[in-house]
């Protein structure tokens, strides 16, 4: 409970009422002072992950304390000198605020700037860049963010200790992130990311201009400054936006589409075979119903970069009002601009052609046909070296739930074994 003062609200309501006054201010100020540094984490800032603030808001010097002695004593003390004083202690709060929402402000701004400068940057999200700083940045006593990650994601509690476990975890943890671009033209066997790592590392409690800095050369060296995906591909046509109707007609038409649970195996086939012999990465695909406007915003800018890649977007008519309304604009302002951009595919059962700009897609069998569409993606996994995930389904009675058995590397042994996970589903 914070109260400022113990004084009988009846015989002192005056200055009751300013010491209350201040103490609801000072409440709001705490509260935008949470705000700002959930904004920062979620954000992914670097320096604002697993923080924990205090922030004293009591009467440290008993100035409030001894001007309320004397108002019981004589009742003649000066109405300013107690304003002076707890308005010291609010402002000193407003500052904090002021401070933090100017390293918000900085942070988004300075994102914005070196994804300009370096055009893979617009290939991560904010979380993801995070991330790979804080993979870049040595661990030290005081800066043990890294190894808190590392631990969670190795399933260990040992690698604050342990330097050569802590490099090594931090190498695979790197050439994971990395290696879901999905690009060739790169090096990612550990010594090369290894050498690229003890290059560009980052030191602890370098500011974020220093650490995005670092990570753009990073990138640009292992991936030639992206370009291979500048490449001009002679079967995808650029500056186009197409309409994805899928399921326009059931066999049976009393049947009803739920719309959490649409991504049938004709819209999944029909959204591998539009990549055109390549399997798509995350960044290629918008999934609508958990994206923010940070996130849409940021899809926009890698469709007008790498013009030579195909984009989609997923579950549109599963957005809010508010949102939709701002992916449209951004779909208005595609279709309005005169630079090259990517061609996109809208998946939506609710937008119609007669939008500017959008052009139906015919959707032909070869599309539809799931063994076809099986049978390739297999080839793709072989040619490109990719382990099939090890995912087995086990059905039981209706209200009994469903086994989901799948395999994963075992990385705290820092081995190729594998381990067998199962959960129970319960409908």
């Given amino acids: 409970q914070l109260t400022f003062f113990n004084i009988n609200l009846q015989q002192n309501i005056f200055y009751t009422k300013i010491l209350f006054n201040q103490q609801l201010k000072l409440l709001k100020i705490l509260e935008n002072i949470y705000i700002i540094l959930v904004k920062l984490e979620m954000s992914g800032h670097p320096d604002y992950q697993l923080r924990e603030e205090d922030y004293e808001i009591h009467d440290r010097t008993g100035e409030i304390d001894a001007i309320l002695m004397d108002l019981r004593k004589d009742n003649r003390i000066r109405e300013d000198r107690l304003k002076r004083v707890i308005k010291t202690r609010t402002e000193n709060l407003e500052l904090i605020y002021r401070a933090l929402e100017t390293a918000y402000k900085m942070w988004i701004k300075n994102l914005e700037r070196y994804r300009q400068d370096s055009r893979l940057l617009n290939l991560f999200s904010n979380r993801q860049i995070m991330i790979l700083i804080i993979l870049l940045t040595t661990s030290t006593t005081q800066n043990q963010i890294k190894c808190h990650f590392l631990e969670k994601f190795s399933l260990s509690k040992d690698v604050i ?31 090369n990311i290894s050498y690229l790592y003890e290059t560009y590392k980052i030191t602890p ?10 990570l753009s050369k990073f990138l640009q060296e292992l991936f030639n400054n992206g370009r291979e995906l500048l490449k001009k591909n002679p079967s995808i046509n650029e500056n186009q936006q197409y309409l994805v109707t899928p399921n326009m007609m059931r066999h049976n038409t009393s049947e009803k589409i739920s719309l959490e649970h649409d991504l049938d195996m004709e819209t999944c086939c029909i959204l591998l075979n539009l990549f055109n012999d390549r399997l798509p990465s995350v960044y290629q695909i918008l999934w609508c119903s958990i994206a923010s406007e940070e996130d849409i915003r940021l899809f926009f800018a890698r469709v007008r970069t790498f013009y030579y890649l195909i984009f989609v977007i997923m579950d549109i008519d599963k957005m809010h009002h508010r949102l939709r309304e701002f992916l449209l604009n951004e779909q208005d302002e595609l279709t309005r601009q005169e630079q090259p951009h990517g061609p996109v595919y809208y998946f ?80």
């Fill in 348 to 427: 939506s059962r609710e937008l119609t052609t007669s939008r500017k700009g959008l052009r139906p897609f015919h959707i032909t069998p070869k599309y539809r046909n799931s063994s076809q569409t099986y049978t390739q993606l297999i080839r793709l996994f072989e040619q490109n070296d990719w382990t099939q995930p090890h995912i087995q389904i086990i059905y039981g009675n209706a209200g009994i739930g469903e086994f989901i058995s799948f395999k994963v590397p075992e990385i705290q042994n820092h081995s190729k074994n594998f381990f067998c996970l199962f959960l129970y589903l319960v409908r």
């Fill in 161 to 191: 200790n342990h330097k050569e476990k802590e490099l090594k975890l931090t190498i695979q943890c790197l050439i994971h992130y990395l290696r879901s671009l999905k690009m060739h033209d790169c090096d990612l066997s550990e010594n």
């Fill in 205 to 214: 409690n370098s500011n974020v201009e220093t650490s995005l800095e670092k």
